[in-house]
Each structure stands twice: as C-alpha cells, then as structure tokens.
C-alpha cells in the first residue's frame, strides 16, 4: 500500500518524498500514516519532498495543510520542499492558502530549516 | 508543427480516473504546445472537474472530452468538457463562487478551475445533468 511515498529517518526527521501521482485514498491515509511514523521513529520533522509532484490540486493541498498541523499538534514541524514553479504558480491561481505550510528552495535548506525549529525547542 | 490529437474521451468512474483525466489533458496541452505552467493549469483544473463527478454525481459516472480548437481571433487552443448525468446543480451561479460546497471540500473546485482556465460555462440544473465547458488559449 502506499508504493508512491516513501518515509526514510534521518537526524530526528523523516523525509518524505511523494513519488508522482498520489490516488485519493492515499492521500487521505498520509497524515495518518505520517502521524504514526512520527512517533515509530521518536521524530521531531517532517521533510515533505514534492518535486517530482505535477499536481496539487485543493485536495492535496488540504492533505498538505491537515499534514502541517497535524505535526505541529504532536510537537514536531513539516517543511515541503521541491515545489515545481509550474505547480506553485497554479497552487496561488487556484486560491489554495496553505498558510501554516513552512516550504524551502530545496531538501538541504529545508534540513537545514528543522534543525533550527527543533534546536530551539530544547534550548 | 505538433500534430494535433484527435478528440480523446475518458471515460469518468472511479476514484483512478481523475489520475487518468488529468494525464490525458497534459498530454493533450502538452502536443498542441501549452507551456509548463499552462499544462498544470490545465491538468490541475481537470483534476477539480473530475473529482466534482467522483464525488456528487449519481455513482460518479461520467466523461470528459478533450479535443483541439481554433478561433480566428485567439489561434489554437484546448477544449475539455467534462459531464455527468447525475443530480445536476440548483443554483449553478452560486456554485462559481469561492466557497460555495455543499460536500466535505473547500469550495475552490469549480471558481479554481475557472481561474486556472481562459473560460468555463457551468451548464447544469436539478435533474439533468451538469456539463463543464472549458476553453485555454495557447497564447
């Protein structure tokens, strides 16, 4: 079940990448399925990795906004990255918000942007 | 010159179909020359269209037709009809507004695709049917 997502543990955070188009039952299974793996793992971040994602439509991009807070409801942080431009100019046409979504360039600054949060939450 | 695609319909029942309907309409843009953006504008306001059928026609039965299209004034472009003879819409004016659901989404659906697109007629009304009629210019 689930062949096009992967969740691999790195440093304290589980980097996710959605490997092309995601079915709807799917979809709706990942913040689940996240949530579980989140505390399997003992991991403070999620590294949602959407670059080889043609399209977010509202569907997936309420699954992308349920994933953020969800996260951040279990005291962990998601960061996507790897938005293609096309998708990210079609995501702001279709009037998807996305405002609690935290997103990077790319899977080292996102890495790099979870370190930080999580950091600071020990200090 | 790309040759154009003849019209292509795709059949519109289950859940896998709005995967199917979207890839077709890419492909489709794709050979009549949209660029990147337009292809996933076009394959993202599919995707709306199509799971609007999944989700509130009788048994989620459907078709979408993609075909190529020339206007004097605007050049080449892309027609995608999507249709569903299920309970149809009441107030299809309203159903063009953001926000507007009757069902679980965010009401972005049918104002999204029409943002996404050059033009949408909603063409639709209690008993029979609806009928999305969507245009996309290659500008």
Redesign the interface.
Known sequence: MMSSVSIVPIEGTLVVTVRG?L???DATDLPNVLGDALEVFRARGILLDLSVV??????L??VIDDIARLTRLLGARTVVVGL????A??IT????QLQGVATALNVEIGMSMLRDVIGRQYQ | MNPLPSEQRVPIAAEVDIILARKAAREAAKALGFGMVDQSRIATAVSELVRNVIRYANDGQGEMIVRAIRDPKRGNGIEIIVKDDGPGIANPSEALRDGFTTGRGLGLGLPGARRLMDELVLDSGLGRGTTVTTHKWCH
């Open positions: 188009d079915a709807d039952q043609e399209t977010v439509d509202s569907f991009g309420r293609q431009p096309a998708v100019i079609t046409e279709l009037g998807l």
